[in-house]
């Protein structure tokens, strides 16, 4: 009986944003892809460090032992061949996690296999298919490969997003880069009972919601929108968020001041941004993606 993925939280992340391959990836970078693969098999029994990705897989994969039953399914999708595997599986076996399937794309575009296995959010260290899997519809982002050794809590995951351009469309994002803030600001209170449009986490926020639902006599889940809006443009994201029928546990209204201090204090396990001045300072602290723009949007 072949398996269906409806009823799962589905996770499709690369190697590289699992383990740690900076070393190996500045060697295809610079020699070659028959200078990686040579390394990759002479170090395939070489156990891989954790790389960003590795604590937020961690903690969603600890959602099934502490549910008893299986809520999420985590699947590595890596631009790897079959030859030069060898040492992701191995390194997987190491840490225990329980991830038994793999898309290895011998180079090609992973984004054309995400509806193959319903993934509900994508996570790569590749810019080019983290945009295309935006553009095919998938929530995706961008992760931020640091040396940085993130430590959270195995019982509880925690997750926080940007509103403009992440969890909302950019409409509202165009008028401030195109006329200024105080352009934003008359536009979102002006409009503040017009729900604004899905971005590309709308889904994938939606599928938290579910598995809070799910879990909610587990505490294992919290969500947070970390925001620069104000209290007063903030309005229109809680009248959204009311339309959508989705909780958010904790929000954010920074007008302006750094995300990063609020990130490390909620403990997020990752953070979501489409801009590189806030989420590249967050992902010092904690583990962060930047959301590519879709074509057009700004």
Request: hydrophobic share 45%.
């Amino acid at each position: 009986m072949s398996v269906s993925f409806e009823n799962y939280l589905v996770v499709g992340i690369s190697s590289r944003a699992l383990f740690n391959l900076e070393k190996e990836n500045e060697v295809f970078e610079k020699e070659g892809l028959d200078a990686y693969r040579d390394y990759q098999i002479v170090h395939e029994n070489d156990v891989l460090n954790p790389g960003s990705g590795f604590a937020l897989v961690k903690n969603l994969l600890n959602i099934n032992k502490l549910a008893n039953r299986k809520l999420v399914e985590v699947i590595v999708m890596s631009r790897n061949s079959a030859d030069t595997s060898l040492r992701i599986i191995h390194s997987l076996e190491h840490y225990d996690m329980d991830i038994g399937r793999m898309v290895l794309s011998g180079g090609e575009d992973i984004s054309r296999y995400l509806s193959a296995f319903g993934v509900d959010l994508f996570l790569s260290c590749n810019e080019n298919d983290v945009s295309n899997a935006i553009h095919a519809g998938f929530a995706a982002g961008m992760i931020y490969a640091r040396d940085t050794k993130y430590s959270f809590p195995d019982n509880q995951i925690r997750i926080a997003f940007d509103a403009d351009a992440v969890l909302f469309s950019a409409e509202s994002e165009k008028i401030y880069q195109e006329h200024g803030l105080e352009a934003f600001n008359e536009n979102e209170i002006l409009n503040q009972d017009i729900a604004l449009q899905k971005g590309p986490m709308a889904s994938l926020l939606k599928s938290l919601s579910w598995l809070q639902n799910e879990t909610k006599d587990l505490n294992v889940l919290r969500t947070a929108i970390v925001t620069a809006r104000n209290k007063d443009t903030g309005v229109r994201v809680i009248k959204t968020l009311r339309a959508w029928n989705i909780v958010v546990d904790e929000v954010f209204f920074m007008q302006g001041a750094k995300k990063a201090d609020v990130l490390a204090c909620f403990g997020a396990n990752i953070f979501f941004d489409d801009q590189d001045v806030h989420a590249g300072p967050a992902s010092e602290v904690v583990p962060s993606a930047r959301v590519p723009y879709k074509e057009g949007d700004m």
